[in-house]
Each structure stands twice: as C-alpha cells, then as structure tokens.
C-alpha cells in the first residue's frame, strides 16, 4: 500500500484495509497457504523528512503442522508493526509493501503446530499419534543406554 505524504503531513491519519496476499511471495511454500489477503490496522503521520507508520497487521493461514503433518488454520496477527521511512518529496507516495512483507513473515511461526500438545507421528511406522497408539518401543534412549554401559566395561 502507498501513503501519501502531504494527506498525512502533521495529521495522523488511520488506514484499514487488506492488501492481496501475493505481497508476501509466499506462494511457492509448500509448507502453508494463504487464505485471505493481508489485512492492516495503521495510523500514518508524517513530519518534516520522515513518514511514521504503526499498527496491526494480519493474515489468515493454513498451515501443515510441523509434528503431524495435519493441516489447520490460524490467523497470524502482528500487532507492533512500525516503520519510519524518509521521504525528500513531499508530495511523495510511499509504498508500504516491502515493510508490510517483512514485518508480517517474521510474525509466522517457524514450526507451526496444531495444538501445543500435539503428539505427532510415531517416527518409526508413521502413525499420527493424536489419533492412534502404535506399539513401536522408543528409539534410541535405551540403545544408547547399553552403549553407555558397555563404554563402563572397558
Ligand atoms: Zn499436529
Ligand atoms: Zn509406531
């Protein structure tokens, strides 16, 4: 989005709206999907040299969950977004876009998960262990437990 300096010059002024989700570039992650496009909460001033701009920032997602492989959806809300930005013309447009896309991917999770108690899948035979228990013993803890106690031999 674009603001323009002179409609925001001395008089803060709040904008809301939603711009296309495809300002995020994140159409080829496989990992997620954006449901809706990014909505924005901001008040933008602007004073002599420099556009001030703070507000909320959100987007609806779907994403995989990173333990079991389930799709769910979140809205993923970024409510410190603020910029300062310089401007020499004032009759400037500022485009917001790149500040909008950097603060809202830093606001996704880096592994996003269902529920914070979801057990996902059994590593050895796949099985998603929210909804089914498998009878696989646990890895390697008790391998290494053994490897410990031959080490004591020596
Ligand atoms: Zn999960
Ligand atoms: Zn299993």
């Excluded at 602007?46 to 920032?57: K, M, Y």
């Excluded at 890895?139 to 410990?148: E, F, M």
Aim: proline share 6%; with cysteine; hydrophobic share 35%.
């Amino acid at each position: 989005m674009k603001i323009a300096v002179d409609q925001v010059y001395e008089n803060p002024t709040r904008f809301t709206g939603e711009e296309p989700s495809g300002i995020l570039e994140l159409s080829d992650d496989p990992t997620l999907h954006l449901t809706g496009g990014l909505r924005y909460d901001i008040e933008a001033e602007a004073i002599p040299g420099e556009l001030i701009v703070r507000g909320t920032l959100a987007i609806s997602v779907d994403f995989h969950c990173s333990r079991c492989g389930g799709i769910f959806s979140q809205e993923v809300r970024e409510p410190g977004f603020e910029v300062v930005l310089a401007y020499t013309d004032e009759h400037a447009l500022v485009d917001l876009t790149d500040e909008m896309r950097e603060t809202m991917i830093l606001a996704f999770p880096a592994y996003p998960v269902c529920r914070t108690e979801c057990r996902g899948l059994c590593d050895q035979c796949g099985v998603n262990r929210n909804e089914a228990t498998c009878k696989c013993r646990p890895p390697a803890d008790s391998r290494w437990g053994v490897l410990d106690r031959l080490d004591m031999r020596k």
